[in-house]
């Protein structure tokens, strides 16, 4: 059974840091690229950071130079490393597994995490 979960979520003060871990089963994400997605209340999902099989990352502008996607092949994970958090930042952060060597593609979702920036 193919799972997506995402942990390490939660309620963080303006300028703090959180770690995002996206554990996956029942596949391997060695050959897909891994993206961070969030959705903000009455807002649409946003990619916010992305990381190729072969490690090259990519950000949304908003969070240039605060959040670094990382993964670990070996512990079938995907990590998001956000610091210098801004209540705009606030939202449900989703994994997403995209597999596009195939047609059609192969896109894997998690049930996602809440985080709240708040003071």
């Known amino acids: 059974q193919v799972r997506l979960v995402e942990s390490g979520g939660g309620l963080v003060q303006p300028g703090g840091s959180l770690r995002l871990s996206c554990a996956a089963s029942?596949?391997?994400?060695?050959?897909?690229?891994m993206n961070w997605v969030r959705q903000a209340p009455g807002k649409e999902r946003e990619l916010v950071a992305g990381?190729?099989?072969?490690?090259?990352?990519n950000y949304a502008d908003s969070v240039k130079g605060r959040f670094t996607i990382s993964r670990d092949n070996a512990k079938n994970t995907v990590y998001l490393q956000m610091n210098t958090l801004k209540p705009e930042d606030t939202a449900v952060y989703y994994c997403?597994?995209?597999?596009?060597?195939?047609?059609?593609?192969?896109?894997?979702w998690g049930q996602g995490t809440q985080v709240t920036v708040s003071s």
């Open positions: 997403n597994a995209h597999l596009n060597t195939v047609y059609p593609p192969i896109d894997y």
């Open positions: 029942g596949f391997t994400i060695s050959s897909y690229a």
């Open positions: 990381i190729s099989r072969g490690g090259i990352t």
